[in-house]
């Protein structure tokens, strides 16, 4: 029941009884008040029977308002518990998600330091396809993201894939200086995903 048929249907029924006690002073106002208690039974039955049904109908609907009044305030409660909850869940899968990268993308340090040129060159593939498969797998948790500016990462890997299918060495000037590129565009794929998940 909306608020504003309440309302109408509340006027009119104070409406009835107030037409109910008008006609009552019309019709014997120019009488004397009676001492017979008959009189006064017969009166107090009247008033019992036609304003008793519009002040009863007046409570059942008061109560009927009142239920739907409750019961849309638990939708309520209940839908803004379900986006609150949604919200949290939302958050912990990107949180779990930006870990998981996170951790990747640091083993590329370490898969410098291997000795074993097939290992690195390995480990440093399995790295990068990660990499990839984490913006297209992941879109619907960080739809803000534009795979288009971390190309830059994906090209280091690939050089650095490339170095280590030759000789790897992590004091050469050409692998130090990707390896630098590298951890700057690192810390821009960061910096996103954390503003990323600062407003989930």
């Known amino acids: 029941m909306k608020k504003g048929t309440f309302k109408i249907l509340l006027i009119v029924m104070l409406g009835i009884m107030l037409l109910n006690f008008l006609y009552l002073y019309i019709s014997f106002r120019d009488r004397p008040i009676s001492n017979n208690l008959s009189d006064w039974s017969d009166f107090a ?20 308002y009142i239920a739907y009044f ?11 518990n379900r986006i609150s909850e949604n919200k949290k869940f939302t958050r ?27 290992k690195a060159s390995n480990e440093l593939f399995f790295i990068r396809m990660q990499f990839v498969s984490f913006f297209k797998t992941k879109k619907h948790l960080f739809p803000e993201l534009n795979p288009n500016d971390f190309v830059k990462i994906d090209d280091c890997l690939i050089q650095l894939l490339e170095k280590s299918k030759m000789v790897l060495v992590i004091n050469d000037d050409e692998v130090l200086l990707i390896v630098q590129s590298y951890q700057n565009e690192v810390g821009k794929f960061h910096q996103k995903l954390q503003e990323s998940l600062i407003t989930a």
């Open 45 to 64: 039955s009247y008033i019992g029977g036609t304003t008793g049904i519009v002040t009863n109908l007046m409570s059942l609907l008061v109560t009927v």
């Open 92 to 118: 912990q899968l990107k949180e779990n998600e930006y870990s998981k990268i996170s951790e990747i993308l640091e083993k590329v340090l370490i898969t410098l330091t291997y000795t074993e040129k097939l």
């Open 70 to 80: 409750l019961t849309d305030l638990e939708n309520k409660r209940n839908e803004n």
